[in-house]
């Protein structure tokens, strides 16, 4: 037997490029596009239906998310519980999400019943009638439910934080009072769901076991020329009123650990910059091995858990770390996390740590893109900029050219101590933690 | 259907390999047969917090995480009451680096002092950011030892309280290591792009020279009928009133596991369930309703948990439940309603086997409680279930005098 020695690593490769199974673009008979990723061992099918018809389209809080919410609170033929029941029967999933600028209608289904589940889908998308009885329930347990997250600190930090870099009103911060509540009416519901729910305002997204049947079934349903008429879209535009105040504390006087968070308003994924950025972050919060991590939890038990997140909209971006610590150590632990960036604009990162990233990002990816849905996903996240998943490709291809350099010219450009925000949520003894960057 | 080949080192280390082409990737799961209900009273948490101390280096590597990140690998792991579940995923070519790692943390841990003092650190933060820091996240603390007097689960994963975490020494972790960490109490599933004889070689090259070990005997207190009704009453700083109901049921690998599953889907599984559709859209008692079974190993628990609407009283809530409780502990549910649950979990069980690592989480369980194989026999079992054993079932469990009831009040 040979030799074993268990003090050395065994060889390995690195992810050099990664082969993803790539999209097709088709239309609809009316135009509509259509991307497919054909693939996957289990005969089911995922569609995705995306409106421009988030946070960003509507002139009031809620009622972009009460609209896609409502969708399947009953239509011209089905009530509400008509509806639960023959999705639930056909062991179907229908989802909704409303984000920054899209709302989405998602039907995970068995190959096998996908022309009667689609044929439901249809139905919500094009003839709801956002009955008012569901509308007040909806209402009632959507104000619960925000009475009950307003109690967490995280939460009440990620609201003064997004309102610090975006302003109040801003779509990207969106925070609102509890009085929203009472004053959202379903009649702007129903004008929300009459402007944007279009076919003009629309794309799709089909993945899984897609053949030619499932498209003549998703061109029949939507490809007539007209579900619901046509609107005018009103582009709408905000004013980005970034606080001159950098730091702030929200008292929650109850709470055992406070919440951080740092960062500033940055750009988005079309930037120049932008994959060297993603790679600072990856350095200092981006994965378990991250040095954040290891300095903060690892090394000196502050948390049980400290990330970094480079977020892009589809207009503007920003950079943020999180995380929860005692009460006792929370000034510690701004001051280590301001530390752990000071780093980053003065010393160059070690050819082993920055190999590490690259080759720990690339499996990521790998991982993260294996799969039709995954891909799915990630297509989505993509169209908005004008890109498809190609995208990723080319981003792993640029990440292994960053050098440790670039991050340094990247770290002194963009996390100057000066430029940062600060927020900290927790009991009063927490306060002290601000005066760290003052 | 889900193929996988099965073989047993001479250390007693159960091998599973399930080919999976889709993905580029494999994962090693390796599940070891210790869980909370396996701690001395005195020092709850401990499997956890050892969970916390297999990344903290072992005997010949000083770190576990790094070398895994330099090949493209990620991991985690988890504790519930009955094991201790890691797991990662690497690009298939670098699979040999996951048996290194995970052999040599079998084979020894380091036991450095500055891991254990760190992680105790750490798994006390988890330990407030989880159950103190966030509005009803005490209720499990409050829930489990109401409704068990005897049995271990009646203390969460996480432990008692945070003192007995703090005591913890590195003479007990050693002394844990070598009576629950060994070969032959463990089951290692590879899964994803693999073949067997890779898998044969390297299980025998890396694992092969491991020790087999003497275990600790597991000797579990039997839980006494319960035959009284028992409440709680919490006051605490939350937005709304909330009550959680449970009742005792059997284990995860008795018969009527299946029946009783699908009891909970009746009632709660998607938006047309009863308590959803009654307690919620009809009724505007609950904001949010669900109920659900634990699953445990050993006899475990069904629960429901729900918040209530402002302005609705405790009593009203509660004997709304229990009226949809008698309903279906008295009468039959119908053939299609019965028929709608079971293919919303055939449904389930396809998505599922998307997931090349859910697949080798779910062998590794299945070969513990007896044969991997169950995992393809599993809709089979659902499909026998008859509105009779609903009924029957339903009727045993939802009587008053086997419920624990928490109700957990809005001071505001």
Not at chain 1, 122 to 133: C, G, M, Q, V
Not at chain 1, 193 to 207: L, V
Not at chain 2, 3 to 27: Q, S, W
Not at chain 2, 150 to 167: R, V
């Amino acid at each position: 037997m040979e030799n074993l020695y268990r003090n050395t690593a065994p060889k390995f490769k690195t992810v050099d490029s990664i082969e993803i199974l790539p999209s097709q673009k088709h239309s609809l008979s009316n135009h509509i596009p259509v991307h497919i990723i054909n693939g996957g061992s289990q005969d089911v099918v995922k569609i995705e239906f995306v409106f421009n018809a988030g946070i960003w389209q509507q002139k009031k809080p809620l009622i972009a998310t009460l609209t896609n919410s409502m969708l399947n609170e009953g239509t011209t033929s089905l009530t509400a519980s008509e509806i639960a029941e023959k999705f639930d029967f056909l062991g179907a999933h229908i989802g909704f999400s409303t984000s920054k600028h899209e709302a989405s209608v998602t039907l995970y289904s068995l190959k096998k019943h996908f022309s009667e589940t689609l044929e439901l889908t249809a139905d919500l998308i094009k003839n709801s009638i956002f009955p008012e009885k569901e509308f007040k329930t909806i209402l009632t347990n959507r104000k619960q439910q925000y009475q009950v997250d307003h109690q967490k600190t995280n939460v009440l930090a990620k609201e003064k934080f997004t309102e610090l870099i975006y302003g109040k009103n801003h779509p990207y911060s969106n925070s609102y009072n509890i009085s929203e509540f009472d004053n959202c009416s379903l009649q702007e519901v129903k004008e929300f769901y009459q402007t944007n729910y279009t076919a003009s305002n629309c794309h799709i997204i089909i993945a899984g076991k897609v053949d030619e049947d499932v498209l003549t079934q998703v061109d029949n349903l939507f490809g007539e020329n007209k579900w619901l008429k046509q609107s005018e879209l009103i582009d709408h535009t905000y004013q980005n009123i970034g606080s001159k105040e950098k730091t702030a504390f929200v008292c929650k006087e109850d709470a055992v650990q406070s919440t951080i968070r740092i960062g500033r308003k940055l750009f988005t994924k079309t930037h120049p910059d932008y994959t060297g950025i993603q790679l600072l972050n990856l350095i200092l919060g981006g994965y378990f091995g991250s040095r954040l991590m290891q300095n903060i939890r690892e090394d000196k038990g502050y948390t049980y858990g400290i990330n970094s997140i480079m977020l892009s909209h589809l207009k503007e971006g920003h950079f943020v770390i999180v995380t929860e610590v005692g009460a006792e150590v929370c000034k510690a632990a701004v001051q280590e996390i301001f530390l752990e960036i000071k780093r980053l604009r003065e010393e160059l990162v070690s050819e082993d740590e920055l190999s590490l990233v690259k080759n720990y990002f690339s499996g990521e990816m790998l991982r993260n893109l294996d799969s039709p849905f995954a891909l799915s996903d990630g297509l989505r996240g993509n169209l908005p900029f004008g890109l498809d998943n190609t995208y990723f490709a080319k981003f792993i291809k640029d990440l292994k050219a960053v050098s440790a350099e670039r991050l340094m010219q990247l770290a002194n450009e963009y996390l100057k101590a000066e430029d940062l925000y600060l927020v900290v949520c927790g009991p009063k003894e927490c306060e002290d933690a601000l005066v760290t960057i003052n | 259907m889900i193929e996988f080949d099965k073989f047993t080192l001479k250390n007693g280390l159960r091998v599973i390999v399930h080919r999976d082409e889709t993905t580029p990737m494999a994962a090693v799961n390796i599940l070891y047969n210790i869980g909370a209900k396996d701690e001395n009273p005195e020092r709850t948490g401990f499997a956890h917090l050892f969970e916390h101390l297999m990344f903290g280096g072992s005997i010949n590597i000083p770190n576990y995480d790094e070398p895994l990140q330099m090949v493209g690998g990620d991991n985690n792991a988890w504790t519930n009451n009955d094991i201790t579940n890691y797991y990662l995923t690497v690009p298939k070519a670098n699979l040999e680096t996951a048996f290194w790692l995970e052999s040599d943390r079998m084979l020894s841990l380091a036991f450095s002092e500055k891991s254990l003092e760190v992680q105790r650190s750490v798994v006390i933060e988890e330990f407030k950011q989880r159950y103190f820091n966030q509005p009803y996240g005490d209720v499990w603390l409050h829930l489990r030892p109401l409704a068990y007097k005897e049995h271990p689960y009646q203390w969460p994963t996480i432990g008692k309280s945070i003192d007995h975490i703090e005591k913890a020494t590195l003479e007990e972790v050693k002394d844990f290591f070598f009576h629950h960490y060994a070969p032959n109490n463990a089951i290692m599933v590879v899964a994803g792009n693999v073949d067997t004889q890779q898998v044969k070689e390297l299980a025998e090259k890396w694992f092969g020279p491991i020790e087999k070990r003497e275990l600790a005997t597991r000797n579990l207190p039997e839980e006494p009928i319960q035959n009284e009704f028992r409440s709680k009453r919490i006051d605490s700083n939350v937005p709304l009133d909330a009550i959680y109901m449970a009742f005792h049921m059997g284990r995860r690998m008795d018969e009527d596991f299946y029946i009783i599953d699908l009891v909970s889907d009746v009632l709660s599984n998607g938006q047309s369930s009863r308590i959803f559709q009654s307690l919620v859209k009809e009724k505007n008692l609950f904001s949010s309703i669900d109920a659900y079974i634990t699953g445990e190993f050993e006899p475990g628990l069904f629960l429901i948990t729900g918040k209530l609407v402002k302005g609705v009283s405790m009593e009203t809530a509660e004997a709304a439940i229990w009226e949809e409780l008698n309903k279906i502990a008295t009468i039959k549910v119908d053939e299609y309603e019965l028929q709608k649950v079971k293919n919303k979990v055939e449904s389930t069980l396809v998505f599922s086997e998307i997931s090349y690592l859910n697949k080798a989480m779910n062998l590794a369980t299945h070969e513990l409680l007896g044969d991997a194989n169950d995992i393809n026999k599993e809709v089979e079992k659902y499909q026998k279930v008859s509105v009779d054993d609903l009924l029957n079932s339903s009727a045993k469990i939802f009587r008053k005098e086997n419920c624990s009831t928490l109700y957990y009040y809005s001071k505001k």
